[in-house]
Structures are given as C-alpha cells and as structure tokens.
C-alpha cells in the first residue's frame, strides 16, 4: 500500500507543481478575456469527455479485475468502435457549429482532446488494478509537461490564444497514448459488448449534464450577468482548486484494488475513518500551501482569483467525500442513485446561481458550488447506508 501511495503521491505532487508553474506563463500570455474563451471550451470538454467512453472507467477497473483477459479485451475493442463512432459525430458537429454560430474554431479541437485524454483515463484506470503505478504516475506527468513545453513554444515564438492552448493538450494527449502507454485502437463492433458499455454507463451519461450544471454553468451565469473577464478569473479558480482533485485521485487510486476485491471490508468504519482522515490532512495542506504561495505564481491581474479559489477548494472538498460510495454504487451496478445525487445537487445549483451571481460574482458562483457538492456527497452516503442490507454487506 505504502509503494502505491508514494508511486501515486509522488507523481501527482510533480504534476501538481508543474501545473502551478504553468499557470504564471498562461496567465503572462492570455488576457482574462482569453482565458475566459479557454473556460468555456473547457466546459464543452466537459461534457464530451464522459461521452467517449460512456463514463465506463469503473468498469475497466471492475472487468480487469474479475474477468478472463479474452472477455476483456473483447469489452475494449466494442469501447474502441464506440468511442470512434462518438468522435466522429462531435467533429461533424462542432464544424456546423461552429460555422453557423461564427464561434473560436478553438471547439472544433474539443472532440478530438476529448476522445484522446478519454482514453488515456481508461488505460491509467486499467493500470491501477494491474498494479502499475510507475507507468500510470509517469503518463500523467508527462502530459503536463508535455502540454507546457508545447503550448509555450508556439506563445513564445508564433502566437498566444486559447487555441494553441487546446491544441498543445490534444498533441500532448496522443503522443502519451501512442507512445508511452501504447494503447492499441483496437475496432471491432460487439452489440453485445455495445449494450453492455450502454447499461453500465448509460445512469451515468445522463448524470453528466446535472454534473455539468454544477460544475461549469456558472460560467454561463458570469458570461451572461457580467462579463468573459469574470468568466477567465472563474475559470482560474477553479482550475487551482481542481489540482486538490488530483490529491482525490491519488487516493482512489492506492486504494481501489483494495475495495473491489474486499467490497464488504471497505465500507467498515475504520477504513472509511482512514479515507476521511487523509481527505482532511490533504485539503488543509492544500489551502495553507495555496494561501502562503499562490500570490508568488499570479501576476497582480490574476490575484483576485485567489478568494474565490479558496471557497471553491472547499466544494472540490465535498465532491471527494463522495469517492467512497461512487465505488460502492458502481461495483453494484446501482449507477442510477448518482444521477439521482448530482439531480438534486444541479437543482441547489441552479438556483443559487441564479440567486447569487448577479449579487456577488464569482464569490456567488463559488458559494453555489460548495454547497451543491456538500449536497451530492450527503446524498449519496444516505443512499448507500439505506441501500447497505440490500448490497449484502
């Protein structure tokens, strides 16, 4: 346990620090405004990241685990055909859009970075149930340098944009696929494969526009009550709170084995008091480190982003808490009881925006955020302590 956590910990506080870094250059070359074209294609990956592969991550995880590698790799080539399939109408889409509506051709790169860092996700979520958290650290890490080393270049020497931005993470994502986790595209149209990637995921497609909702309509809200400047200082902070997420992964990460092959010994009091305890040790180290450092890292334009990141490290908080009972839910294949948590956190969303954003801004959209991730979380432990007799446990 303890070489996982340091293989995971280690590489995520590399990424995490090379991700910190980046953001002074990002924010040296992109204007708020930019930054703000940026947020709102981010949004757009949003929702199209779960679309590839049907948000199937935990059942990579649970096949790999308990199935033969021919009934495997069979599910891997159906996820292949679909996930093509899925590219190829969001590209076809995103020029029409584009066109009609005279937008950034910055979207008309979204279904590509999509398809590619969805599928680095599930070939990292296998890694984690093959025990290879070298190669899984390393991957991610290399994704952020990368990305950097691209992007920088072509601001440096050629043009600065949100484009070249999402460009540098698409080449970025491909030659970490292709090259260092050699994933194998490998299509062949199963139905019954097909069906089965649509059954497990479909509860959890329809879960990503309440989790959009949550997550990313504010942005839409500041764009629509103020203006693509707050839009950009938004996007900033919850881009700095998003890297505590990455402390989240770490841990599911060490821990997931652990918890698919001994479902009933992890819902136990104390393995969820030890989960809980490094949640908390992680996000206080997280807000004191951000708080003493980050004004070093932000030029004076950007340093406003700093309040609203503190409140919003606060939600990412409360979305972890969920971690647990996600894995619970999915190894059951109860998946519908999270769209029914993030329907009920989307609703407290919503509201709230619209309540609080023309009055407070960015500080509202993030006050928003906190309290319909606190919702999701409880939610979703009512759900599964209610539903615990019927899982058996």
Same mark, same amino acid.
């Given at each position: 346990m303890?070489?996982?956590? *340091? ?57 790999r ?37 005279? $937008?950034?051709t910055?979207?008309?790169?979204i279904p ?10 599930? +070939? ?5 149930? &093959?025990?290879?958290? %070298? ?18 270049? @072509? ?18 994502? #491909? ?23 649509? $059954? ?12 959009? #909702? ?10 629509? /009550? ?10 900033l ?12 992964? @770490? ?26 305890s ?6 206080? &180290? ?9 004004? /070093?890292f ?30 619970y839910?999915? /190894?059951?294949?109860?998946t +519908?009881?999270r ?11 919503? *509201?709230?925006?619209? %309540? ?6 960015? $500080? ?23 539903? +615990?007799?019927? #899982?058996?446990?």
């Amino acid at each position: 346990m303890f070489k996982k956590l *340091f293989y995971y910990g280690g590489f995520s506080v590399g990424t995490t620090l090379f991700g910190v870094f980046s953001l002074p250059v990002l924010t040296a070359f992109l204007t708020p405004s930019e930054y703000g074209v940026l947020g709102l294609a981010l949004t757009v990956l949003a929702l199209l990241l779960p679309l590839n592969t049907f948000s199937n991550e935990h059942n990579v995880q649970k096949l790999r685990t308990n199935s033969s590698l021919d009934e495997y790799y069979s599910y891997w080539s159906a996820l292949c055909s679909f996930s093509f399939l899925v590219l190829t109408v969001a590209f076809l889409l995103a020029i029409v859009i584009v066109y009609l509506f005279n $937008l950034s051709t910055v979207f008309c790169l979204i279904p590509a970075l999509a398809f590619a860092r969805a599928f680095r996700l599930l +070939k990292q979520a296998e890694l984690t149930v &093959t025990e290879r958290e %070298f190669l899984y650290g390393m991957s991610t890490l290399l994704v952020a340098v990368l990305s950097f080393i691209i992007t920088f270049s @072509v601001f440096y020497f050629y043009n600065s944009s949100a484009s070249i931005r999402v460009f540098g993470l698409l080449l970025a994502e #491909f030659l970490v696929c292709v090259v260092v986790l050699k994933i194998k595209f490998d299509f062949q149209f199963n139905v019954v494969k097909i069906r089965e990637i649509m $059954l497990f995921g479909f509860p959890l497609m329809i879960s990503v526009i309440p989790a959009w #909702f949550i997550n990313e309509s504010s942005r839409f809200f500041l764009l629509r /009550y103020l203006s693509l400047t707050e839009v950009g200082f938004f996007t900033l902070a919850f881009q700095i709170s998003a890297i505590y997420l990455q402390f989240n992964t @770490v841990l599911a990460n060490t821990f997931v084995k652990r918890i698919l092959e001994n479902i009933e010994e992890a819902f136990k009091f104390k393995f969820v008091s030890l989960i809980f305890s490094i949640q908390i040790v992680c996000v206080l &180290t997280f807000l004191v480190s951000m708080n003493l450092f980050g004004g /070093y890292f932000l030029p004076d334009s950007y340093l406003s982003s700093l309040t609203t990141a503190n409140y919003l490290v606060i939600g990412a908080f409360f979305q972890s808490l969920g971690l647990l009972p996600s894995y619970y839910l999915s /190894y059951y294949r109860t998946t +519908k009881f999270r769209l029914y948590s993030l329907i009920v956190a989307a609703v407290v969303a919503i *509201f709230l925006n619209f %309540f609080l954003i023309p009055n407070y801004g960015t $500080l509202g959209a993030a006050l928003s955020y906190i309290t319909a991730m606190l919702t999701y979380s409880l939610t979703l432990w009512f759900v599964v302590i209610r539903k +615990k007799r019927n #899982f058996n446990i």
